[in-house]
C-alpha cells in the first residue's frame, strides 16, 4: 500500500513539474476585456465609454477611472429600473429571463 501512495505523490509532482502555473493577472486582465467588447453597445457601455477603455493600454486603471462604484440602490435607480421596465440592452445585452433580489 506505501507503494502506490508513493507512486501517487511521483505523478503528482511530476504533474506540477511539467504544467506552468498560469498568470492569473493576464487571466484576469482577459476577462475584463471580453467583459467590456460584450457590453460596450449598451446603454452602460457607452455612457461609460467601454470601447475606448478595450483599447487602453491599461484597461483595468482605465476601467476604475471611468465606471464609478455603485451600490444597489444607485445601480437600480440608474440602470436596472429601465431594465425591469423592459428596456433591452441597458446594462448587458439583450434583456434577462429573470430578474431577482438577492441578499447579496
Known amino acids: 500500500m506505501a507503494i502506490i501512495g508513493s ?9 506540477r513539474a511539467l504544467t506552468s502555473e498560469p498568470n492569473h493577472i493576464e487571466a484576469q486582465q482577459k476577462v475584463l476585456q471580453e ?5 460596450e ?11 475606448l477603455i478595450i483599447l487602453s493600454d491599461n484597461i483595468q486603471e482605465e476601467f ?5 462604484y ?7 435607480d440608474k440602470w ?5 421596465d423592459g428596456e433591452e ?4 445585452p439583450g ?6 433580489l438577492s441578499s447579496g
Open 80 to 84: 436596472w429600473c429601465k431594465v425591469i
Open 64 to 68: 476604475s477611472n471611468e465606471v464609478p
Open 7 to 15: 507512486l501517487i505523490k511521483v505523478a503528482i509532482d511530476l504533474k
Open 70 to 76: 455603485f451600490d444597489y440602490h444607485q445601480l437600480h
Open 95 to 100: 434583456s434577462p429571463v429573470y430578474f431577482a
Open 89 to 92: 440592452n441597458i446594462t448587458w
Open 35 to 39: 467583459l467590456l467588447k460584450k457590453a
Open 41 to 51: 453597445n449598451t446603454a452602460f457601455g457607452k455612457t461609460y465609454n467601454f470601447g
